[in-house]
């Protein structure tokens, strides 16, 4: 099977997204805006609902601040196997465990168009560790989002068996949606951004831990310093902390090595329920 497909190819053929979480909603978003369709599948159907919403409000303003592109559509999906009729791609962006994603990605094989690309937005696990029921693990790869549309870099890297018409396709079709692939040339537990990022995310957290700054003095140091828009806190409350934590836990599993702090500061934030932006509190209370 070739899995080589060029923007002309893939234009009128929508992209499957399962998982309308944080990101899933916002890589629909992107994949929406060169007209085309992108099919959102979540085992909760207001997710899936809210998530074409977000779409929908947000999508003209995106293609106005890039100043191209067309209007497409975000439709939710009543089936995993809905989602993927005639998908030219699937990104899987669901909850950080392996026990979610390993069966979720036999049902995705079993209902997949022969030559329709495989790609998991795990941020931490190698997409080698969720291949246990496809068939053909050629088609399979990470492409790691950050934060669509402001933060358009993605990661690819390949499962170990990742043909290399796939990767070449993905580096030269995403960039018509104005997402921007890097690839991994080995694999790496945190691919390549966020391994620089955690490492300094997690000296933030110890700082806050050990109680030598609050949350907002890290911030506002990075905001006037490096002239961000936003500092680490206010990203991890925007990635969600119980997100960020099953990350964190994911690096101590690999590194034994790493302090403890960090992972405990968040531990009391998620236990309290407090999990950023979309409990309308984290280590800051939404206005």
């Known amino acids: 099977m070739t899995y080589?497909?060029?923007?002309?190819?893939?234009?009128?053929?929508?992209?499957?997204?399962?998982?309308?979480?944080?990101?899933?909603?916002?890589?629909?978003l992107m994949f929406t805006s060169r007209g085309g369709t992108a099919r959102v599948y979540d085992p909760s159907a207001e997710q899936a609902t809210a998530a074409t919403e977000y779409v929908a409000r947000t999508l003209t303003g995106v293609i106005e601040r890039r100043g191209s592109g067309a209007v497409g559509r975000a439709e939710a999906a009543g089936s995993v196997a809905d989602a993927l009729r005639d998908a030219w791609l699937v990104v899987e962006a669901v909850p950080e465990r392996l026990d979610i994603k390993i069966p979720l990605w036999g049902?995705?094989?079993?209902?997949?168009?022969?030559?329709?690309i495989f790609v998991t937005n795990s941020s931490s696990y190698p997409s080698r560790l969720m291949t246990e029921h496809i068939r053909d693990k050629s088609r399979m790869c990470n492409m790691h989002f950050y934060m669509p549309p402001g933060s358009?870099?993605?990661d690819l890297m390949s499962d170990g068996e990742t043909s290399r018409e796939v990767l070449d396709t993905l580096l030269a079709v995403l960039p018509e949606y104005d997402i921007h692939p890097f690839e991994a040339r080995k694999e790496s537990v945190g691919f390549i951004f966020n391994r620089v990022w955690a490492a300094i995310k997690r000296e933030c957290l110890e700082?806050?831990?050990?109680?030598?700054?609050?949350?907002?003095?890290?911030?506002?140091?990075?905001?006037?310093?490096?002239h961000m828009p936003v500092g680490p806190f206010q990203m991890m409350d925007q990635v969600g902390l119980d997100v960020v934590l099953d990350i964190e836990n994911h690096y101590a599993?690999?590194?034994?090595?790493?302090?403890?702090?960090?992972?405990?500061l968040l531990h009391r934030y998620v236990d309290a329920g407090k999990l950023g932006v979309k409990t309308g509190e984290g280590f800051y209370r939404r206005r």
């Open 253 to 264: 599993e690999e590194n034994p090595h790493l302090p403890a702090g960090p992972r405990e």
């Open 152 to 154: 358009n870099a993605v």
């Open 4 to 28: 080589a497909h060029t923007f002309a190819d893939v234009e009128h053929r929508p992209v499957a997204v399962i998982g309308a979480g944080t990101l899933g909603r916002r890589i629909a």
């Open 207 to 226: 700082v806050v831990a050990e109680g030598v700054a609050r949350p907002e003095d890290v911030d506002g140091m990075f905001r006037i310093n490096w």
């Open 107 to 116: 049902q995705i094989d079993a209902a997949a168009p022969a030559d329709t």
